[in-house]
């Protein structure tokens, strides 16, 4: 009776918590504002609807009677809870007290960060903060750095501000994703630069400013630097141990294409299958369906929030793909299963857009329309459309990324777009033209100032998907 009377007093305690006035307000401006992001250069990072973000923090904490005792051990218990629903590897680590305290705070300018816990292992650093005080004209991005201050090569997921004063918020840190660091340091110095809040990652005009009024290739200001909070932080040996690899060195066939499966690594916080293609292969493989199952018939998760796949720089193909863990299983049998995935074809990497007509004669890649091009002066703007994947709706983004931020001139120069944006469809205007999304689709922007040609070649990023009609499987053990 303890352990239900405890949990039941968890959903108490949970339930009578109102929603912060600052995410409340945040659910209004989201259904005036037109549906558009900018997209980062950090591609890993899915994004997700606030509906579907709270449906599966409701099911986290009301199916799993261990997450909830888990939490009560802990003691920032309803922001934790939020802050790891999402992920089945940071909810499996805390039901299993893989849980490294930090504690610290730092007061600067009057706004207090504190880092609370750190969930990590030997290739990734999952950082918990939280800030009070006012910070709603403000915005962050972190950075790690070694103990004498010099810049770690890592991959960054998540960092931002959250939205109400005290709630927790997390950046995931990958090492050995291509970088020179293959393995989680002993110790890092966390920095947190604090800037001004101009215009957020919100863009496209507001609901009282005219369309033609707005200047797509209006540049943000670069935000001013206000102050930065800094944290040294000594990681748990013990945790930054932790990881398990099974040696596969297997050559399969997947849809005509030779990939070799080199190891499956499984760490706390996530599960990785690094691969190779064959370099007679016709198409580079660019994203992996799969799963491991053990001998009960229990499967992983794919990735819910952070970096999905990672590459080298002297290969389009990506060759390490990453899903939720089955570190905490304790399973006597596990065998990897390959269902699917999506290739760039070799011969469709790059497409040349006449800027004048908005049109090409390359081939574009499945799935991918072009809608035109606009040219004002010598700023530039191509319209791509992308086909929104199953289960996607207009009111649920889920867009991935079609062309590179690098572009090319006729005479070989190289460019890059100042700005990408992506939008749910419907009408837009831009630079007096006007673009109708197709049903099925989303829009990609890509925009850039100063391109003195009439035509640019892109590089796309994917073409086609396909589905293995049986799974290509692996025995781990």
Known sequence: MERREEYEKLLEAWN????????????????????????????????????????AFALAVNLSLPFALACGRIPILKEMAAAVALSSSLKAAVENDYVQPVGQSQTVNGLTM?????????????????????????????????????????????????????????????????????????????????????????????????????????????????????????????????????????????????????????YPTNLRVELEGDPANTAWLKSLDFYIEDETGRRNDPITNGITASGTTNSPAMSAFYQESSFFWNSRHLNLYITGGQWLDKDQRFVTVDLDTGTTKDPLPEGILLGGAVRRGTNTAVVLYGRTLEGDSDTDLHAYQ??????????????????????????????????????????????MTGYPHSTLTLEMLQSRRFTLDQPVTAALK
Request: charged share 25%; aromatic share 10%; glycine share 12%.
């Open 114 to 266: 504190t880092v609370d816990y750190l969930i990590l292992d030997k290739k990734q650093v999952n950082i918990f903060y939280h800030f009070t005080g006012d910070f709603s004209s403000l915005s962050g991005s972190p950075e790690l750095r070694d103990p004498a201050g010099e810049r770690l090569s890592c991959s960054y997921s998540g960092g931002g501000l959250a939205e109400a004063s005290g709630e927790i918020h997390q950046v995931s840190v990958s090492f050995g994703d291509g970088g020179e660091l293959s393995e989680t340091p002993p110790a890092l110095r966390f920095l947190y630069r604090i800037e001004h809040l101009e215009n957020g990652t919100e863009q496209g005009p507001e609901p009282d400013v005219p369309v033609e009024e707005y200047d797509p290739w209006e540049k943000p200001a670069t935000p001013e630097a206000l102050f930065t909070f800094s944290f040294d932080l000594e990681l748990n040996e013990e945790y930054r141990s932790q990881g398990l690899s099974y040696d596969l060195n297997e050559w399969v066939e997947l849809d005509g294409q030779r990939i070799l499966l080199k190891t499956v690594e499984i």
């Open 402 to 447: 079609l062309a590179g931020w690098t572009c090319w001139g006729p005479d070989g120069s190289e460019w890059s777009f100042d700005s990408m944006q992506s939008s749910a469809g419907g009408i837009d205007q831009i630079g007096g033209a006007t673009f109708q999304t197709p049903e099925g689709y989303f829009e990609e922007t890509c925009l």
């Open 16 to 55: 009578e918590t109102p929603l912060p006035p600052a995410l409340d307000s945040c659910v209004g401006r989201a259904r005036k504002r037109a549906h558009r992001r900018r997209l980062g250069r950090d591609w890993g990072a899915v994004l997700a609807s606030l509906g579907g973000a709270a449906a």
